[in-house]
């Protein structure tokens, strides 16, 4: 069995005396997707945040390949290998691929005082590193990163975080503003770099998008792993009733289906489904 990149074990997470997230404990193995679900406010972006540095966690322990670790900055899950890509894919409209893609650590050339961003290579680069990803389209890195669609700005990051050495890619909600042909050349994307060794985690809401790509799922709610499971374990109806809070969902169901019984036919009126919805 493939030891696993990165295990959390029992992480809590508090504000105060909120607690954000509760005993949470998960593997993610290196050529494995795993899908992070669950619904607004269910504690998926705080979880990020811990895995990537932002935040220290309140309780329990994070290993990175077996090690134990504490991170207390981004720097310092960037240097473990562990690399998050958000929405819009972290890069600058207005600059050009090349140096977007070097921003923080441009190539130089030149010696002494007349060195300078090495404008050319830094292209070439950006612009492998893209097309080993699909995006065959682009072919000049001084292109400006606006002009680029969603999915291209995703490739572009991602490709950034292979080449300097992710080990782990945490990709945010990436097909969230996607329409459908851009959505499956994200999804690609992540096959292509599951089928490279690295592990992903992708967090989304979208159950269709992660049924295609996931190997492992976990589903939180309120902060908490309500489930953790393998692909084929559920269904997607299942994982949606999971996610929706199914069985409030299907006592609220049953409730109108009797209101209308009793009713001859007659759906509830705005107050009355009001009053149903706040006892749920």
Not at 169 to 187: C, N, R
Not at 192 to 205: C, E, K, N, P, S
Not at 223 to 231: S, V
Request: aromatic share 6%; hydrophobic share 40%.
């Amino acid at each position: 069995m493939t030891a696993p990149f990165l295990k959390l074990t029992d992480v809590c997470k508090s504000f105060g005396s909120t607690q954000v997230l509760k005993d949470i404990s998960l593997e993610v193995k290196p050529g494995e997707v795993l899908c992070l679900l669950g619904d607004n406010g269910a504690g998926k972006s705080t979880l990020i945040k811990v895995l990537s540095g932002f935040h220290e966690p309140t309780s329990g322990t994070m290993e990175v390949e077996g090690e134990p670790v504490k991170f207390k900055s981004p720097r310092d899950a960037s240097d473990r290998g562990i690399a998050t890509v958000h929405q819009f894919g972290g890069t600058f409209p207005l600059m050009s691929i090349g140096r977007s893609f070097f921003v923080g650590a441009e190539p130089k050339k030149g010696w002494g005082p007349f060195k300078r961003f090495d404008n050319k290579f830094a292209g070439e680069i950006a612009v492998r590193e893209m097309r080993s990803l699909g995006i065959t389209r682009i072919t000049d890195g001084n292109r400006l990163v606006g002009g680029l669609s969603g999915g291209e700005r995703q490739a572009l990051a991602i490709g950034r975080a292979v080449h300097f050495g992710a080990k782990l890619l945490i990709l945010d909600e990436p097909t969230a503003a996607l329409g459908v042909k851009e959505a499956t050349h994200v999804l690609r994307i992540i096959m292509q770099a599951r089928q490279q060794g690295l592990a992903v985690i992708l967090v989304t809401h979208n159950v269709t998008h992660a049924m295609k790509v996931g190997d492992h799922f976990a589903v939180l709610i309120h902060g908490a792993l309500a489930a953790d499971f393998r692909k084929g374990e559920r269904t997607r109806e299942e994982i949606t009733d999971l996610m929706a809070g199914g069985e409030a969902m299907a006592e609220l169901e049953a409730e109108i289906a009797a209101y209308e019984t009793a009713h001859e036919g007659h759906a509830p009126e705005a107050g009355d489904l009001e009053r149903m919805l706040n006892e749920k």
